[in-house]
């Protein structure tokens, strides 16, 4: 079992950063792919970004390469979702995740384990 816990949400004008943090308990964090969904008011939930268990690779959605960077910190059990350049597109619950899949396997969705979400408002 993985609990995941988000922070660092807020709001933001466009063109500020934020940096969201995902904790996770457990013991086995290191084998899991983690990965960043968002789910904007009537919207499904996508994928935002991803990274592997090495932290070696990584996914990014075409609307946020160039601006966000996920990293992992394997000691800390933590995942971090830095968001610059945000633009008002961006409000959204964000989501972390982990799962068992490799890294493609976690950008179709459907993770093993689900963060309860952090809100994220860009204003313009």
């Known amino acids: 079992q993985v609990q995941l816990v988000e922070s660092g949400g807020g709001l933001v004008q466009a063109g500020g950063s934020l940096r969201l943090s995902c904790a996770a308990s457990g013991r086995t964090f290191r084998s899991y792919t983690m990965g960043w969904f968002r789910q904007a008011p009537g919207k499904e939930r996508d994928i935002v970004a991803a990274?592997?268990?090495?932290?070696?690779?990584?996914y990014y959605a075409d609307s946020v390469k160039g601006r966000f960077t996920i990293s992992r910190d394997n000691a800390k059990n933590t995942v971090y979702l830095q968001m610059n350049s945000l633009k008002p597109e961006d409000t959204a619950v964000y989501y972390c995740?982990?799962?068992?899949?490799?890294?493609?396997?976690?950008?179709?969705?459907?993770?093993?384990?689900w963060g309860q979400g952090t809100q994220v408002t860009v204003s313009s």
């Open positions: 995740a982990a799962d068992s899949r490799l890294l493609l396997g976690l950008t179709q969705g459907d993770p093993d384990y």
């Open positions: 990274i592997s268990w090495s932290g070696g690779s990584t």
